[in-house]
C-alpha cells in the first residue's frame, strides 16, 4: 500500500464499497454532507487545483477553516498532492496568524469566510502567498478566490507517492508561554494512533458515529474527528461553531452520537448547566477527555447521568494524540490510568534517572506517532526529542499499582514546607465544593518569603464571597491542613488557551 495518508483513509473505501456512506455532517441548519465518495473526489480536486495553482510538492498549505466539510477535503487533498498542510487554530490574534505566515512561509492559505477579517490586514505581508481561497460568504474579497473558483475546472487526481516517513502535515503548538512552534508529523503517524489508541482503547467501529467538541486543529480533535472514524469508515458530526453546554446539548439530542470527544472545561460546564436543564438522549457509549487532566468530582457526576465513564488521557500535539489513559472497564477517577497499547512511558528525575513508584518525575513517552521534530526551532528540537523518547513537560506520580496521577506542568510544580505540592490536586479538592465551577492554583509567597498555594475561583451561580471559609477548610479537610489555599481570588472567568487549557503563568503575574 502507498505510504500516502490519504489512500488508507480515503481512497481505500471506495475499494471497499464505502462510497454512498456518509462520512461527515454538519450540525447546523445546512445541514451539508458528505459522503465518502465525495470525500475521496473532493480531496482528489483539491490536489489537483494545487498543483494547477502552482504550489508544490513539500510547500505549505496554511488551513485556516471552521469545522465544515471542506476541511477533511482541503486536508487529504493536500497530502494528495504531497504538499504539507498546516491546520491553524481558528481563536488566535492577528498578530500570532501574521508569525505563523512568515514562520512557515506558506505559499497558499484556506480561510473560511467568517474568519477572514482575522487574517485581513497581515495578508500583504505575507510575500511567500500565491494563492489565498476563502470558503463561503458572498463574494471573494479582493486579490482571493472563492472556494467554487479555486475548484472549477479540476478533476479528481491520485494520491502521489510518499514515504511513509516523509512529513505530511504540521500542527502549531498552543503557545501558551510563547510563540507557537510549528510541529511536524510524518504520513505514517496519523494510522500509528488509530492503530493504538483508536482501535485497542476507545474500540471504535463502522457502525460509529461521532461528534468532537475539540476542533480539527487541535491534535486531540484530529484524531477524534479525522483519523479514528476514517480509519473504520465511521460516521462523524462537525460543527463549524463554538460549543457551548446549551449547543452541546443540542446536538447530542439531535445527531444521536455515540462517541463523544470533550475537553475538562467543557464537561465541567456541561455537568453545571445540567443541574438545571434537562440532559440530552443519546446513545452514547463512549466519552473521553484531554487537554488537561479531569477532575475526578466532573468524571462520577457525567458516570451519574449518562451510565458511561469518561475514559480521562494524555497526550500532546508531539505525540499527535492520548498515549496515557483510563480505559473501558479499568477507570479511576483522578488518575490518567496506564500506557496505551503501543507506548511506553517513564517517569525521570531531572538528571533523566527512573523515579520509584510514590515520587513525581517528568513524564516521558515512546511511540510510532512521536513527531519528527518542531520547523526551525532546532535547540528545542533536541531537548524535547531524546532518542525514541519524548518529553512532555507533565510532572506524574506513579502508584504502586501503576497508575499515573497528574501533578502539573514542570513550571507550576512548586514546594511547600519543602514538600512538592500539584496545583491540580488542590484544584480538584476546590471544585469538589458545591459552590466552585471552576479553579487554577499557583504559587504566591507570603510575608517570609515562603511559597504558598493561592487560587482562582469561579463560583456558580447563586454563591458569593462569604463562602470562602468554607471553601478553605473543604480543601483543609480533603487534602491536608497543609496544602489549602492562603488566599483566594474570586474571578469571573480562567485565562485559557484556545484549547482549553488553563494559562496559570497570567496567574502567577497577577498574583
Not at 504550489?55 to 477553516?65: F, S, T
Not at 523515579?355 to 526551532?377: H, K, T
Request: overall charge negative; glycine content about 10%.
Amino acid at each position: 500500500m502507498s505510504g500516502n495518508a490519504a489512500t488508507y483513509f480515503v481512497d481505500r473505501h471506495i475499494e471497499e464499497g464505502r462510497g454512498a456512506k456518509s462520512a461527515y455532517r454538519e450540525a447546523t441548519g445546512s445541514k451539508r454532507s458528505l459522503s465518502y465518495a465525495e470525500l475521496a473526489d473532493g480531496s482528489g480536486k483539491v490536489a489537483d487545483a494545487l498543483r494547477r495553482h502552482g504550489i508544490r510538492a513539500e510547500e505549505r498549505a496554511l488551513m485556516l477553516v471552521l469545522d465544515q466539510i471542506e476541511w477533511p477535503q482541503i486536508f487529504f487533498g493536500a497530502l494528495k498532492a504531497g504538499v504539507i498542510a498546516v491546520p491553524l487554530n481558528t481563536l488566535l490574534a492577528t498578530q500570532v496568524y501574521d508569525f505563523i505566515l512568515k514562520d512557515s512561509r506558506a505559499r497558499c492559505l484556506f480561510v473560511s469566510a467568517e474568519l477572514w477579517p482575522v487574517v485581513e490586514p497581515v495578508i500583504k505581508n505575507a510575500d511567500s502567498l500565491r494563492v489565498v481561497v476563502v470558503i463561503g460568504g458572498d463574494q471573494a474579497p479582493d486579490g482571493t478566490l472563492s472556494w467554487r473558483a479555486f475548484m472549477s475546472d479540476a478533476l479528481p487526481r491520485p494520491p502521489v507517492e510518499v514515504s511513509s516517513d516523509e512529513t505530511a502535515f504540521w500542527l502549531y503548538s498552543s503557545g501558551s508561554t510563547g510563540q507557537p512552534k510549528g510541529v511536524r508529523h510524518v504520513h505514517s503517524s496519523l494510522k500509528a494512533t488509530a492503530d493504538t489508541y483508536g482501535a485497542q482503547v476507545l474500540g471504535i467501529t463502522e457502525e460509529d458515529t461521532v461528534y468532537s467538541a475539540a476542533k480539527l486543529f487541535f491534535a486531540y480533535g484530529l484524531g477524534n474527528a479525522l483519523t479514528f472514524p476514517l480509519s473504520v469508515g465511521a460516521t462523524t458530526v462537525l460543527l463549524p461553531g463554538r460549543p457551548t453546554p446549551d449547543g452541546v446539548s443540542a446536538i447530542l439530542d439531535a445527531e444521536k452520537p455515540t462517541i463523544f470527544c470533550g475537553v475538562p472545561t467543557l464537561y465541567a460546564a456541561m455537568v453545571h448547566y445540567w443541574e438545571s436543564n434537562a440532559v440530552p438522549k443519546a446513545p452514547l457509549r463512549r466519552s473521553i477527555s484531554a487537554g488537561e487532566a479531569l477532575p475526578a468530582e466532573i468524571g462520577k457526576k457525567w458516570l451519574g447521568h449518562w451510565g458511561v465513564d469518561i475514559l480521562d488521557g494524555v497526550g500532546s500535539t508531539e505525540m499527535l494524540h492520548i498515549f496515557l489513559s483510563n480505559k473501558p472497564g479499568d477507570v479511576e477517577y483522578g488518575t490518567s490510568g496506564t500506557a496505551v497499547p503501543g507506548y511506553e512511558v517513564r517517569l525521570v528525575d531531572e538528571a533523566g534517572k527512573d523515579v520509584p513508584a510514590g515520587e513525581i518525575g517528568e513524564l516521558v513517552v515512546r511511540g510510532a506517532s512521536a513527531a519528527d521534530g518542531y520547523w526551525n526551532q532546532r535547540n528545542k528540537s533536541r531537548s524535547t526529542f531524546e532518542g525514541e523518547w519524548t518529553r512532555t513537560g507533565d510532572k506524574y506520580e506513579r502508584t504502586e499499582a501503576g497508575r499515573f496521577v497528574y501533578c502539573g506542568r514542570t513550571d507550576d510544580m512548586f514546594k511547600v514546607s519543602g514538600i512538592w505540592l500539584s496545583p491540580f490536586e488542590v484544584e480538584q479538592a476546590l471544585i469538589s465544593h458545591p459552590a466552585v465551577l471552576e479553579a487554577a492554583v499557583v504559587a504566591k509567597r507570603d510575608d517570609d518569603g515562603l511559597e504558598k498555594p493561592k487560587a482562582f475561583i469561579v463560583l456558580k451561580p447563586g454563591h458569593a464571597a462569604d463562602e470562602l471559609e468554607s471553601v478553605k477548610e473543604h480543601v483543609k479537610n480533603a487534602i491536608g491542613k497543609w496544602k489549602y489555599p492562603r488566599w483566594i481570588d474570586i474571578v469571573s472567568e480562567l485565562p485559557k488557551t484556545a484549547t482549553g487549557k488553563i494559562q496559570r503563568f497570567k496567574l502567577r503575574e497577577a498574583s
